[in-house]
Structure formats: structure tokens, C-alpha cells
């Protein structure tokens, strides 16, 4: 059969590398694939920039309809998330308009909801949970026109009435083949980094994870990492083909099994040898993990911390560390000379903003943080915290409009009110320029409003405006400290000019601390930063304006290794 594939969003996700897993299960059974992608350019899962204005005129919904009809499918396959949802139904519905295919909706989404996709008339069936062990026993059924109730995971109408199968078990990730990297290679390139994932599932309960919801289809079992012999073929494999610069681990957890971890690290240092970044949980961090992961060639962690407030992360999110172990874990990376970005969380339930303050605080004094990459809470329609939600700003029916598609994604705001959102996004900016910041304009901005003929003005904290309405909105007029302010206009055009720069590779345009990223201008003199302006004039920091200084040149992150 010509199956075709539908998906929209950016790619160093989850659910894209899924697709591939999934096209290589088809192409495994004897079907064609064709992927038809929507990159969603300035849309809402954009993690750069999103301007709904220009993400409406790229959108091309017509042309990705035709694509789809082009292929002359014998199934349409999509790939929903909550803020895909509505877009998938709106491509369904204009295919459906002319004779077509069987169309099947699969992903995070319909695997949460499947009673409320399967009620859709646009959808024919609806598979909740894993895909890869079905995907092909309901295809043979459709060429066969047979019935469906032997394959498992399945929704689907009966006389007008939503009904199921059984769950299918669990998915053998060793027994699955290696992902089809094809399948987007005309539109992301693998020869600079290539995205693995090399377990499924999360051992870990986060109130707002989807991993969590997505377990309770399943069980505690879950949560299973892949052989060690699976993912150096893969990683190798994928060398052979691509020659890749380094290696993304996407799951969220690799930090758990140190005798599983160690086995990996070995093998990875001596057969693949590249630089790669990982991501990790602080709860499950130690010495030895920091020791495999340097040994292994890791250049950069990524820490999911949320937040900085114990009683939130406590009793709102599940999360077991304190605060107190993050900055053990922090100071062990600052040992090891690893560096680490960190992923706090804003618009959590009962959240202030002395929280965020204390946050700003806290990140100002970590020696080897790299980024600092702001998410946003993004409410998953079956997720336990949606029972701490009325505590905060979120209409009670947000259960049913979320079952419904919402169009919303943790790099972009979409709840809370106005007010909240101009603090919020007031707080955001200083966290991603913080490691440019100096430690005395910290001081100064956490201060609040030190100008007292500016108490007046709608903008200022003393009114309402929030304690950084003035990254947004620069003092009028001299500051007492005329020094003082040249630096906050050199920081505020410095970081502007950075952001600007920081847009290559999958991340949220955050800055790395003490140097541009590739292309930038700038050098590291001495522990200062100097930059120079367009012109070519070179301007430097005052003497308070100094960063950390780095480690020697061998431990800076990207080391090279060996080719084999």
C-alpha cells in the first residue's frame, strides 16, 4: 500500500523521530512511504520565533492538501498532538472532500483522547498508544477489507458509537528496525547533529509530563531503555551514512542504570567518538554519572529543574529533588567541568514572582551553566495537574477544550492573564540574556524601581508594571550612576544583537555564557567579554562587568576525538 505520512511541527522532537521509527516499520511490511510535513515556520511550535501573523501566510494548507492527494494514498497517516490537533482535522477534512483513503489519526493526542478523536467523522481509526505493533496488522486488514477487531490499540465507529480493542503489549525496542533518517532528510540535515532516542518512556510521575500520562495506558513497566548493541548499530549506522558532527540524545532520561550508562559510554567513546548532549534528571545524578558522561564525550546536560520553590515542585509538579540537590548536582558538573543548560517552567499553578526573582538569583551563580532555555507550561488533556489548575488562572472546562486541540506550546505563552503574561515575559528575557547579565545590574533590576519620580509611570513596579517592565520598557532620562546606565544599554543592545545570532541548532535562541555562537562578533579577553559594534569598534565591559572564567581550552564544550 502507498501510505502517507502527515505531520507538522519542528523535528528534534519526540514524536518526529517516532515517524521515522514508524516509516521504517512500513517499509518493513512491504508499503511506499511518503511524508508530507509542514514545518509550522513562526507557528506556535516554532522555538525561535513565533509571529502568527507570518506563520498564517506560510502556512500552505492548500498546498500540503495537494501533496497529500498527489501521493494517491491508500491510507493517510497523521501524527496529532493537542496543538496539531485542530490543523490535522482541517487537513482531513479538505482531503475527504474528494474520494480518498482510509485516514488514521496516531500520536500523543489521540492516544490520550481516543474516545474523543474516534466520535469524528474525519477520522476512520484512531490507534492509542504505541503504533509500531499495529500499524501493519491494520493495513493488511484494510487492503483485505476484513475486519479490525483483532488489532490492538485500535478505535474506531460501530454504528455511530465509538469502540475499542484490546491494549496491544508493549513495543520490543530491540526488536525494532533502524529509523528511516530519509524520511526528513530533505528537510532537516543529519550531518551536523544527529537525534536518537534510545529508550522509552520515563521511570518518573510529573504531574504535567506526558510521559506520565502516556504510562498509565501501560503501567510501570512502561519505561524501558533500549540494549546497548541497538544503539551503537544505530549511532553507527548513521556515521556511516551521514558523517555527523554529534549526537542529540532525546530522552529524558539517561542518567538512571550507571551499569547500562557505563557499558554506553565506553562503547560510544571508542566507536563513535563524537562530541553529544544529553538530557538528564537532577534526582538521578551523582559523581559517576558526571564522570561517565565527560568520559563519554558529553559537552553540554540539559536539567529539567521548573522551578527554584520547593513547595511548588513538591506538591503542584511530583518532582522528588530540592533545591538544595540541584546545586549539588550543578556543583558537580562545575567539578567535571561539564557544562549544562537548565529548563525552568513559568505559569505554574500558584506560582509568584518571587519565585522567578529567586530564580534569577540562583542561575546568576552557576559557574558552568550554559543556557538558560524558558519553557511554558503546556496543560496535556488527561494531566494530573490540571487538578492544581483552578488554583490558578485556567477556566475550569480546560479538560474539554484541551480534549478538543489547543494550539499551544511550551516556547510560546498561551495561558494566564495580560498581566501575568507581561511579567512573565519581562522575567523570560532576563533569563535567556541572564548569563550576560552583571552580577551588579542583577542586583539593581531585583531591586525593583530605584527612580522614586518614576513611581507615576503605569510601567514601573511600584504601579503594577512589574519589576522588569524596564527590559521592556528602558529608564527615562540619567541614572545617578551614569556608568551604570551605559552598561545597561551595552548589556540590552549586546543581548539583542546576540539573540539574533543564536538561531543555529535545536534550541530556543538562548545565550551561551561569555561568547557568541557561530557567526556572532565578539571574542573572550582575560574572562571579559569585548565586542565590538557594527562599525568595527571594539567596546568592552566596565571593571564589575567581568564573567566567570572558563575552564582550560581542552574542557570547553564541541571536544574533538579521534576519527575512527
Same mark, same amino acid.
Not at 2 to 8: E, Q, T
Not at 56 to 63: C, K, T
Not at 412 to 419: I, L, R
Given at each position: 500500500?502507498?501510505?502517507?505520512? *502527515?505531520?507538522?511541527?519542528?523535528?528534534?522532537?519526540?514524536?518526529?523521530?517516532d515517524?521515522?521509527?514508524?516509516?521504517?516499520?512500513?517499509?518493513?511490511?512491504?508499503?511506499?512511504?511518503?511524508?508530507?510535513?509542514?514545518?509550522?515556520t513562526?507557528?506556535? %511550535?516554532?522555538?525561535?520565533?513565533?509571529?502568527?501573523?507570518?506563520?498564517?501566510?506560510?502556512?500552505?494548507?492548500?498546498? %500540503?492538501?495537494? #501533496?497529500?492527494?498527489?501521493?494517491?494514498?491508500?491510507a493517510?497517516?497523521? =501524527?496529532?498532538?493537542s496543538?496539531?490537533?485542530?490543523?490535522?482535522?482541517?487537513?482531513?477534512?479538505?482531503?475527504?472532500r474528494?474520494?480518498?483513503?482510509?485516514?488514521?489519526?496516531?500520536?500523543?493526542?489521540?492516544?490520550?483522547?481516543?474516545?474523543?478523536?474516534?466520535?469524528?467523522?474525519?477520522?476512520?481509526?484512531?490507534?492509542?498508544?504505541? /503504533?509500531?505493533?499495529?500499524i501493519?496488522?491494520?493495513?493488511?486488514?484494510?487492503?483485505?477489507?476484513?475486519?479490525?477487531?483483532?488489532?490492538?490499540?485500535?478505535?474506531?465507529?460501530?454504528?455511530?458509537?465509538? *469502540?475499542?480493542?484490546?491494549?496491544?503489549?508493549?513495543?520490543?525496542?530491540?526488536?525494532?528496525?533502524?529509523?528511516?533518517?530519509?524520511?526528513?532528510?530533505p528537510?532537516?540535515?543529519?550531518r551536523?547533529?544527529? /537525534?536518537?532516542?534510545? =529508550?522509552?518512556?520515563?521511570?518518573?510521575?510529573?504531574?504535567?509530563? +506526558? #510521559?506520565?500520562?502516556?504510562?498509565?495506558l501501560?503501567?510501570?513497566?512502561?519505561?524501558?531503555?533500549?540494549?546497548?548493541?541497538?544503539?551503537?548499530r544505530?549511532?553507527? /549506522?548513521?556515521?556511516?551514512?551521514?558523517?555527523?558532527?554529534?549526537?542529540?540524545?532525546?530522552?529524558?532520561?539517561?542518567s538512571? $542504570?550507571?551499569?547500562?550508562?557505563?557499558?554506553?559510554?565506553?562503547?560510544?567513546?571508542?566507536?563513535?567518538?563524537?562530541?553529544?548532549?544529553?538530557?538528564?534528571?537532577?534526582?538521578?545524578?551523582?559523581?559517576q554519572?558526571?564522570?561517565?558522561?565527560?568520559e563519554?564525550?558529553?559537552? =553540554?546536560? +540539559?536539567?529539567?529543574?521548573q %522551578?527554584?520553590?520547593d513547595?511548588?515542585?513538591?506538591?503542584?509538579?511530583?518532582?522528588?529533588?530540592?533545591?538544595e540537590?540541584?546545586?549539588?548536582?550543578?556543583?558537580?558538573?562545575?567539578?567535571?567541568?561539564?557544562?549544562?543548560?537548565?529548563?525552568?517552567?513559568?505559569?505554574?499553578?500558584?506560582?509568584? #514572582?518571587?519565585?522567578?526573582?529567586?530564580?534569577?538569583?540562583?542561575?546568576?551563580?552557576?559557574?558552568?551553566?550554559?543556557r538558560?532555555k524558558?519553557?511554558?507550561?503546556?496543560?496535556?488533556?488527561?494531566?494530573?495537574?490540571?487538578?492544581?489548575?483552578?488554583?490558578?488562572?485556567?477556566? /475550569?472546562?480546560?479538560?474539554?477544550?484541551?480534549?478538543?486541540?489547543? +494550539?499551544?506550546?511550551?516556547y510560546?505563552?498561551?495561558?494566564?492573564?495580560?498581566?501575568k503574561? #507581561?511579567?512573565?515575559?519581562?522575567?523570560?528575557?532576563?533569563?535567556?540574556?541572564?548569563?550576560?547579565?552583571?552580577?551588579?545590574?542583577?542586583?539593581?533590576?531585583?531591586?525593583?524601581?530605584?527612580?522614586? $519620580?518614576?513611581?507615576?509611570?503605569?510601567?514601573?513596579?511600584?504601579?503594577?508594571?512589574?519589576?522588569?517592565?524596564l527590559?521592556?520598557?528602558?529608564?527615562?532620562?540619567?541614572?545617578?550612576?551614569?556608568?551604570?546606565?551605559?552598561?545597561?544599554?551595552?548589556?540590552?543592545d549586546?543581548?539583542?544583537?546576540?539573540?539574533?545570532?543564536?538561531?543555529?541548532?535545536?534550541?530556543?535562541?538562548?545565550?551561551h555564557?561569555?561568547?557568541?555562537?557561530p557567526?556572532?562578533?565578539?571574542?573572550? *579577553?582575560?574572562?571579559?567579554?569585548?565586542?565590538?559594534?557594527?562599525?568595527?569598534?571594539?567596546?568592552?565591559?566596565?571593571?564589575?562587568?567581568?564573567?566567570?572564567?572558563?575552564?582550560?581550552?581542552?574542557?570547553?564544550?564541541?571536544?574533538?576525538?579521534?576519527?575512527?
Open positions: 500500500m502507498n501510505v502517507v505520512l *502527515v505531520y507538522r511541527g519542528r523535528y528534534h522532537v519526540r514524536e518526529a523521530l515517524l521515522e521509527t514508524l516509516s521504517a516499520v512500513l517499509r518493513g511490511g512491504g508499503h511506499d512511504v511518503t511524508l508530507v510535513y509542514d514545518p509550522d513562526f507557528g506556535v %511550535t516554532d522555538n525561535v520565533f513565533q509571529l502568527p501573523a507570518l506563520a498564517r501566510l506560510l502556512a500552505g494548507e492548500q498546498r %500540503t492538501v495537494a #501533496e497529500i492527494l498527489a501521493a494517491q494514498p491508500d493517510v497517516v497523521f =501524527s496529532a498532538l496543538s496539531t490537533y485542530a490543523w490535522c482535522r482541517r487537513i482531513a477534512a479538505a482531503v475527504r474528494q474520494p480518498s483513503a482510509p485516514v488514521i489519526f496516531l500520536g500523543l493526542h489521540p492516544s490520550l483522547v481516543p474516545e474523543q478523536v474516534a466520535r469524528d467523522a474525519l477520522v476512520d481509526y484512531t490507534i492509542a498508544g504505541e /503504533a509500531e505493533n499495529v501493519n496488522p491494520l493495513l493488511q486488514r484494510l487492503r483485505l477489507r476484513g475486519p479490525v477487531d483483532d488489532v490492538g490499540n485500535l478505535w474506531y465507529r460501530r454504528n455511530g458509537q465509538p *469502540v475499542h480493542t484490546y491494549r496491544a503489549a508493549l513495543v520490543d525496542l530491540d526488536a525494532l528496525p533502524l529509523p528511516d533518517k530519509d524520511l526528513f532528510a528537510y532537516a540535515s543529519h551536523y547533529s544527529y /537525534a536518537a532516542m534510545v =529508550s522509552g518512556g520515563c521511570p518518573y510521575q510529573c504531574t504535567f509530563c +506526558e #510521559e506520565t500520562c502516556l504510562k498509565r501501560y503501567g510501570g513497566k512502561y519505561f524501558r531503555p533500549k540494549g546497548v548493541d541497538t544503539v551503537i544505530e549511532l553507527a /549506522a548513521g556515521k556511516k551514512r551521514y558523517r555527523y558532527r554529534e549526537v542529540i540524545f532525546k530522552d529524558s532520561y539517561l538512571g $542504570d550507571k551499569r547500562w550508562l557505563g557499558q554506553l559510554m565506553s562503547r560510544f567513546r571508542r566507536e563513535i567518538g563524537v562530541p553529544f548532549k544529553c538530557f538528564a534528571t537532577i534526582s538521578a545524578f551523582d559523581h554519572t558526571a564522570r561517565l558522561l565527560k563519554g564525550g558529553c559537552y =553540554s546536560v +540539559e536539567f529539567g529543574l %522551578t527554584w520553590n513547595r511548588l515542585r513538591r506538591e503542584i509538579l511530583n518532582r522528588p529533588e530540592t533545591s540537590d540541584a546545586r549539588r548536582v550543578f556543583g558537580l558538573c562545575d567539578k567535571h567541568r561539564l557544562w549544562y543548560d537548565v529548563d525552568p517552567m513559568f505559569h505554574l499553578p500558584t506560582e509568584t #514572582e518571587e519565585d522567578h526573582a529567586r530564580g534569577a538569583v540562583c542561575y546568576r551563580g552557576l559557574r558552568y551553566l550554559g538558560i524558558v519553557h511554558y507550561l503546556v496543560y496535556q488533556p488527561t494531566a494530573e495537574i490540571l487538578r492544581h489548575a483552578a488554583a490558578g488562572d485556567v477556566p /475550569a472546562e480546560v479538560s474539554r477544550q484541551l480534549a478538543e486541540g489547543c +494550539e499551544s506550546d511550551f510560546s505563552q498561551t495561558s494566564g492573564s495580560a498581566e503574561r #507581561e511579567v512573565v515575559a519581562g522575567y523570560a528575557a532576563l533569563y535567556k540574556i541572564l548569563p550576560l547579565v552583571p552580577a551588579w545590574l542583577l542586583r539593581w533590576l531585583l531591586r525593583g524601581d530605584r527612580r522614586p $519620580d518614576r513611581r507615576s509611570d503605569p510601567r514601573c513596579p511600584a504601579a503594577g508594571g512589574g519589576r522588569f517592565a527590559l521592556r520598557h528602558p529608564p527615562r532620562g540619567p541614572r545617578p550612576d551614569a556608568a551604570g546606565a551605559a552598561g545597561l544599554a551595552a548589556v540590552a549586546r543581548a539583542g544583537r546576540t539573540a539574533r545570532l543564536c538561531r543555529s541548532g535545536p534550541h530556543d535562541g538562548a545565550v555564557r561569555g561568547r557568541l555562537r557567526g556572532g562578533r565578539g571574542r573572550r *579577553v582575560a574572562g571579559d567579554v569585548v565586542r565590538e559594534d557594527r562599525a568595527g569598534r571594539r567596546g568592552g565591559p566596565g571593571p564589575r562587568d567581568r564573567l566567570p572564567r572558563r575552564g582550560p581550552r581542552a574542557d570547553r564544550p564541541r571536544a574533538r576525538f579521534p576519527r575512527n
